[in-house]
């Protein structure tokens, strides 16, 4: 599956309007499923750093809550849009509520999680903060949870990507 597939399937927006990645003003997208009750939530600082630090090179990180791991998102949407704004300053998109893994995931999720990481290994999402980078060329990069946003090998597979 390429990145020009990815970009035109659905999803809902924290507004419930449906919207693909195509429709945003991002050449490259970080698709992050994300939680407000997880050790890995600090993640939340970095990733809008790469929001504030390449938003105008045509990027953007694009969060999806996800409750699927230990009931680790169970807000609302408003509680979760208040948390990352209050807590963390977050000016990236955060959509709608998905499943990631399983017969009612998302589509956007099923589409992306038949990228392998950098060990060869596709297949469902291990936990919250599992990162996909949509390039604007067709590709798709998958990193796992663990590896923070601010990683060089993140960092660098961004820089790559951005044609502006």
Do not use: H
Not at 1 to 30: C, E, K, N, W, Y
Not at 89 to 114: C, I, M, Q, S
Not at 115 to 124: E, H, L, Q, V
């Amino acid at each position: 599956m390429t990145s020009a597939d990815v970009r035109s399937i659905p999803f809902t927006d924290a507004s419930g309007a449906q919207t693909t990645l195509q429709d945003l003003d991002a050449d490259v997208v970080l698709v992050v499923n994300v939680a407000s009750k997880c050790g890995l939530t600090p993640q939340y600082a970095q990733l809008e750093e790469l929001q504030r630090t390449y938003a105008d090179r045509g990027f953007t990180v694009l969060g999806f809550p996800c409750n699927q791991f230990f009931g680790q998102e169970p807000g609302s949407m408003d509680q979760i849009l208040e948390f990352c704004s209050t807590t963390y300053g977050v000016t990236f998109p955060v959509n709608d509520k998905v499943k990631v893994n399983g017969r009612n995931a998302a589509e956007l999720y099923k589409a992306l999680t038949r990228t392998p990481d950098a060990n060869g290994k596709a297949g469902r999402v291990e936990w919250n903060f599992e990162k996909f980078l949509v390039g604007a060329d067709g590709s798709i990069q998958r990193f796992r949870p663990k590896q923070r946003p601010d990683d060089p090998a993140i960092v660098s597979a961004i820089e790559a990507a951005l044609t502006r």
